[in-house]
Structure formats: C-alpha cells, structure tokens
C-alpha cells in the first residue's frame, strides 16, 4: 500500500463500496468518452473489487512478486483501470485520459501502463499467459499466484481449452481462474450463440478444481477467494455467476449494451442508480 | 543444424538457469539430450503451439528466457497472433525455433514445407529473424543472440554435416557474410540452401562472369547498409530462398535497391506456385521449383543480357 493515495486505498474502502465506486467511473469515463462496452465493464465489477479489494497479494503494481492478474477479456478493461484509480495507482488526470488522443488508456489493456501485467484484447490468449505465470512462479518457488478473469463466450476459443489441459496436467495449484458467466456475448445469448453448458460439468472434466459463486456478492468473493489455498492440488476457477450491465437497470441483460455509449438521459439514470444522485 | 542448435542450447542452459524449453511435442531423436540435461527445465507441452507461446510469454515476464521449439510451419503460423500479442507486443525474450525450412520435410508433404515463415516473421519490426545457413553458424548465431532483450525466430534446418564454403560458422547481427569474390553478379541466399547458391556461384565464375555470392543470415535485424554497399557495385543480383519469392530475402533485397537507388536488376528465385500435392525429397522439390543449382547456374547466366546492356 505504499503507493496509495490517503484516502483512497481498499484500506479505506469496504469492497463493497469499492464495487459501487468502480460502477460509478466505468459510467463517467464510458459518458465522457462516449464509447461502449459498458455492460462488460458493469458486469465484472464486483470480481474486480474482490480481487483488488482483498484476493490479490499486490503491494506495488511492479513488485517482482506480486500475484500476476490477467483481464483476458480485455473489453472490460476500464473496469480496471476504475479499480487501479481506487487502489492509488492512476490518478483522475489519467484517468480522464481513456479513449483519448495519445492515452494508454484504451478500450483494450496496455502493457506500457502500470499495474497492467499483459496487454490484452484478442480473447483466448489470457488463460496461457496465466499459466505461464503461475509456472514461472513455481520453477522460482515463490508463492505468488496467478488470477486470469475470463468471459464465458470466451471459451468459444480452443486455446482455452489448450491452457486448460496444461494446467490441469501439470496441477497449477497457484492458478486462478474466474469466469464473468453473463451469459452474453457480442451478438447474442450464449446458448443461442454456441452453447457452453453446463460449464461447470466441462471445466470439471478438465480435471479443474470448479465451484459455481455468485459475481455480484463482493463479501463472499473476497471470503471464497481468500479461502483458495493455492499451495497444493489442482487449478482452482470460479464460474461466477453474473449479469450483464449489473447496477443499472435498463441495462440488466440487454445485449446492446455491449457496444453502445449512453445518451446524456441514461446517463443521469444510471448514475442515480449507482450513487444514489445525479451526477455533479 | 537443429541437433547443434539443441547441443548449443544445452551448453548455455547448464550455465543459465533462466533458459527454458518448451517443445509441441516434436523433436524425436533430437531434444532428448538436452531433457536430461536440464531437467524440469524441459516441458513437453503437448501438441498446443499456441498456448506454447502463452506459456512462454508468462514465463519470459517473471524473468525466464523460454525457447519454444516445433517444425517450422507450426512454430511461426499456427501461434502468430500469439507471438504478436504476447512477446512482440511486451517486448520478451522468448526464442520461437522453428525447424526445416522450405522443403526440408520433403516427403511430409504441403502441410510441413515452410514457404512463408520468414516473411511473415520478418514483417514485425519487433522481432529479430534469424536463418543460420549450416550447423557451424547455427551455434555461432545461438551464442551471439541468446540473451539479447525481446524475442527472436529461429528457422534452422536439420542438416549437420554441409558447410557452407567461406563461412567458417561466423555470424553478426544485423550483418551478412560474403563467402565469395565477384563483383558483376551477386547470389544471395538464406538458410540452409546458401552452400548449393555458393557452388552455383563458383559455377558461373566459371563461365568468366565475376560472380560473388553474399549469405544473408539475419533478416531482422536488416543488413541495409551492408547490403547497399554490396548492391551498389553490382549490376545483377539473384536471390534465391527455399521460401515463397514474395516476403523473405527477394522482397528484403527489391525493397533495398529501389528504396536507394541502386542501378542494379534483382531476380528474385523462390517458390512462386501454389502447393498442388506432389511431394518428394527435398533435393526433389527444390529442383521442381527451379531452385537446383543447375537451375540457379542457368538462369543467372540467362540473364547476361540484363547485366551487359
């Protein structure tokens, strides 16, 4: 916690309010910018909390052993960049960057950006860095860890399933994944899409440690997540359980957004919804 | 070559601990010394190219030096997003070994002959390209490049017994070698056909034209200014590569002398058609495709015109 900001760090911050907080900047930034992706951003929100709130072992974005944490989906990545402004690792100028000329601050992660351990965007590749990570953590023997946050249309790709065998294979116990199963992606539901039911049936049969939680109670996320000892056995994943542009309303469920940016009237909804006030 | 390369790999392995092996599960004959050399440090990945470079990129991030190794074809295309999101794009030192190129797998048929691999390679400016030309200068340029920052392509061959005359195993980044005298013409070539383009050079000095012959061993980085010196005396120069004439040395040296200047007429010799199922030996498909050493005898001398008008 050295590099944080008085006031700002999860210290001071229940995860709770750390998720309502989250929520809030991904509906100024996505508003101020005018872009999407807003109801993948709303949907990993209380993950995001829960990881950066208390599952992850992080006191500097760039020490040598903090865990490593890869968002391979990267289209929620402001939901990052809000929960990295919170833990005091960028600042509001910076953050008022995203989406603008010359920032490293896009829809998808930068590597060149602190705290951003891989740069992602193209879905399927997080899940091998992951493993990766967590092997060059044991061939170190450090007992950092590994968290990859995975979509479910995500598993679509074969690479994840490739990564799924090595770990399993070579018992990564000090991998984490969780999986964002809103059940949506670009186009569509994911049953209707190519369906991944049941999930948890298939991850289990890739030999995974597997539990189903719900990925909007931020307490127990952080209790599960904390529980997970990552010292033996085989690679633990989470199917979280989520919704869609979860906190606001009209977007619960709605595959549109997706893409679209919110119109000045949804806007002030929405942030009323999350904050309780319009917004200032 | 890849059974030197291995060897060599093993040498600075046992003195290094950040190296790391990863294989696709290919290299029967050839990896297993360097399993017992090294130990846990050698992972069979199973046959999953693309999560082999996904791995390595995780690996290369907390510090390790991995080396992933498979033919050619499944070591550059099948991952190449990977390799461009992954090491290229965070800039890590992980070395991608792809082995046999052109038509080394000859009888394996179309699916194993790498005819595009230094193209594409060599069209991420991020990333060195290197294709030694015998087993001599295999080991030489492992040594030179092996723990250099950001990551690297190997297209190595597996032929441990040609050298290439003149060669001597040297090798300098970014540089290229010239193995013989003759200033008129120049034959260029990369990999692991440079010792017949050497002979054919000898051949056609022979037939009383000056006809140098230059090794280019490292596309990336480029040897531009090297080159530009050798191009600029020249009046003809003949590229020849076990590669698609489009994106590998031809299009590298055509881009060098139109971008300078340099008065001198390229023939680009390469695989110019469609794979159409005939397969066979190695020395079968080069010849079939015009890149036996007779061929490349014939048609630089069939181009005197170009260098006497």
């Given at each position: 916690?050295t590099?944080?900001?008085?006031g700002?760090?999860?210290?001071?911050?229940?995860?709770t309010?750390l998720?309502?907080?989250?929520?809030?900047?991904?509906?100024?930034?996505?508003?101020?910018?005018?872009?999407?992706h807003?109801?993948?951003?709303?949907?990993?929100a209380?993950?995001l909390?829960?990881?950066?709130?208390?599952?992850?072992?992080?006191?500097?974005?760039?020490?040598?052993?903090r865990d490593?944490?890869?968002?391979?989906?990267?289209?929620?990545a402001?939901?990052?960049?809000?929960?990295l402004?919170?833990?005091?690792w960028?600042?509001v100028?910076?953050?008022?960057?995203?989406?603008?000329?010359?920032?490293?601050?896009?829809?998808?992660?930068?590597?060149?950006?602190?705290?951003?351990?891989?740069?992602?965007?193209?879905?399927?590749?997080?899940?091998?860095?992951?493993a990766?990570?967590?092997?060059?953590?044991?061939?170190?023997?450090?007992?950092?860890r590994?968290f990859a946050?995975?979509s479910d249309?995500?598993?679509?790709?074969?690479?994840?399933?490739?990564?799924?065998?090595?770990?399993?294979?070579?018992?990564l116990?000090?991998?984490?994944v969780?999986?964002?199963?809103n059940?949506?992606?670009?186009?569509?539901h994911?049953?209707?899409?190519?369906?991944?039911?049941p999930?948890?049936n298939?991850?289990?049969?890739?030999?995974?440690?597997?539990r189903?939680?719900?990925g909007?109670?931020v307490g127990a996320?952080v209790e599960t997540?904390?529980?997970?000892?990552?010292?033996?056995?085989?690679?633990r994943?989470?199917?979280?359980?989520?919704?869609?542009?979860?906190?606001?309303?009209?977007?619960r469920?709605?595959v549109?957004w997706?893409?679209?940016?919110?119109?000045?009237?949804?806007?002030?909804?929405?942030?009323?919804?999350?904050?309780?006030?319009?917004?200032q | 070559?890849?059974?030197?390369?291995?060897?060599?790999?093993?040498?600075?392995?046992?003195?290094?601990?950040?190296?790391?092996?990863?294989?696709?599960?290919?290299?029967f004959?050839?990896?297993?010394?360097?399993?017992?050399?090294?130990?846990?440090?050698?992972?069979?990945?199973?046959?999953?190219e693309?999560?082999?470079?996904?791995?390595?990129?995780?690996?290369?991030?907390?510090?390790?030096?991995?080396?992933v190794?498979?033919?050619?074809?499944?070591?550059?295309?099948?991952?190449?997003?990977?390799?461009?999101n992954?090491?290229?794009?965070?800039?890590?030192?992980?070395?991608?070994?792809?082995?046999?190129?052109?038509?080394?797998?000859?009888?394996a048929?179309?699916?194993?002959?790498?005819?595009?691999?230094?193209?594409?390679?060599?069209?991420?400016?991020?990333?060195?390209?290197?294709?030694?030309?015998d087993?001599?200068?295999?080991?030489t340029?492992?040594?030179?490049?092996?723990d250099?920052?950001?990551?690297?392509?190997?297209?190595?061959?597996?032929?441990?017994q040609t050298?290439?005359?003149?060669?001597?195993?040297?090798?300098?980044?970014?540089?290229?070698?010239?193995v013989?005298?003759?200033?008129?013409?120049?034959?260029i070539?990369?990999?692991?056909?440079?010792?017949?383009?050497?002979?054919a050079a000898?051949?056609?000095?022979?037939?009383?034209?000056?006809c140098?012959?230059?090794?280019?061993?490292?596309?990336?980085?480029a040897p531009?200014?090297?080159?530009?010196?050798?191009?600029?005396?020249?009046?003809?120069?003949?590229t020849?590569?076990?590669?698609?004439?489009t994106?590998g040395l031809?299009?590298?040296?055509?881009?060098?002398?139109?971008?300078?200047?340099?008065?001198?007429?390229?023939?680009?010799?390469?695989?110019?058609?469609?794979p159409?199922?005939?397969s066979g030996?190695?020395?079968?498909?080069?010849?079939?495709?015009?890149?036996?050493?007779?061929?490349?005898?014939?048609?630089?001398?069939?181009?005197?015109?170009?260098?006497?008008?």
């Open positions: 916690m590099s944080a900001q008085p700002t760090g999860p210290g001071f911050m229940a995860p309010e998720a309502r907080q989250i929520r809030r900047i991904i509906l100024q930034q996505s508003r101020r910018a005018h872009v999407g807003i109801g993948s951003a709303l949907s990993v209380d993950l909390a829960a990881l950066y709130g208390g599952a992850l072992r992080l006191s500097t974005p760039d020490h040598p052993d490593r944490f890869v968002l391979s989906k990267g289209h929620a402001l939901a990052l960049y809000a929960a402004h919170l833990r005091g960028l600042t100028a910076e953050l008022n960057t995203y989406c603008g000329d010359g920032t490293l601050l896009g829809v998808h992660p930068e590597r060149a950006l602190p705290g951003i351990d891989f740069a992602t965007g193209s879905l399927g590749q997080g899940l091998s860095i992951a990766g990570a967590a092997l060059a953590a044991r061939l170190s023997g450090s007992s950092r590994a946050l995975i249309a995500e598993c679509n790709e074969g690479a994840i399933w490739e990564a799924a065998m090595f770990a399993a294979h070579h018992q116990s000090n991998l984490v969780i999986v964002d199963q059940g949506q992606q670009a186009l569509g994911t049953s209707e899409v190519l369906d991944l039911s999930l948890e298939r991850w289990r049969a890739f030999g995974w440690d597997t189903v939680v719900d909007h109670d996320l997540m904390r529980a997970i000892d990552t010292r033996s056995g085989p690679p994943i989470l199917i979280a359980r989520t919704v869609f542009g979860a906190g606001v309303s009209y977007m469920g709605q549109k997706h893409y679209l940016p919110m119109s000045e009237e949804e806007y002030q909804r929405a942030m009323i919804e999350v904050t309780g006030s319009p917004p | 070559m890849r059974a030197t390369f291995i060897r060599t790999l093993g040498d600075l392995a046992e003195r290094d601990e950040r190296i790391l092996f990863l294989t696709g599960d290919l290299g004959s050839v990896v297993e010394p360097l399993a017992a050399r090294i130990g846990r440090r050698f992972i069979n990945v199973g046959v999953a693309q999560n082999m470079v996904g791995l390595a990129t995780g690996l290369a991030e907390a510090g390790f030096i991995p080396f190794y498979s033919i050619a074809t499944f070591a550059s295309l099948r991952p190449y997003e990977f390799i461009r992954g090491p290229l794009l965070h800039n890590l030192p992980v070395r991608i070994i792809g082995v046999g190129g052109g038509f080394e797998y000859g009888t048929g179309s699916t194993h002959h790498a005819l595009e691999d230094l193209g594409v390679m060599r069209l991420q400016p991020g990333l060195r390209v290197i294709a030694p030309a087993f001599q200068q295999t080991a340029a492992l040594n030179a490049t092996w250099l920052p950001g990551p690297t392509y190997f297209r190595i061959g597996k032929d441990e050298v290439v005359p003149g060669l001597d195993g040297r090798f300098e980044l970014g540089r290229i070698q010239r013989h005298p003759g200033h008129e013409v120049l034959l070539a990369v990999g692991s056909i440079a010792a017949e383009v050497v002979a000898a051949e056609v000095t022979a037939h009383g034209i000056a140098g012959a230059l090794i280019v061993d490292c596309l990336n980085p531009i200014d090297d080159l530009v010196a050798e191009l600029a005396g020249c009046r003809l120069a003949v020849v590569e076990a590669h698609y004439v994106g031809g299009s590298l040296v055509s881009e060098i002398v139109a971008e300078h200047g340099i008065g001198c007429r390229v023939l680009r010799r390469g695989i110019s058609r469609v159409d199922g005939v030996s190695e020395r079968y498909l080069l010849d079939r495709h015009g890149l036996s050493r007779a061929a490349i005898v014939q048609a630089t001398l069939g181009s005197r015109e170009l260098i006497i008008g």
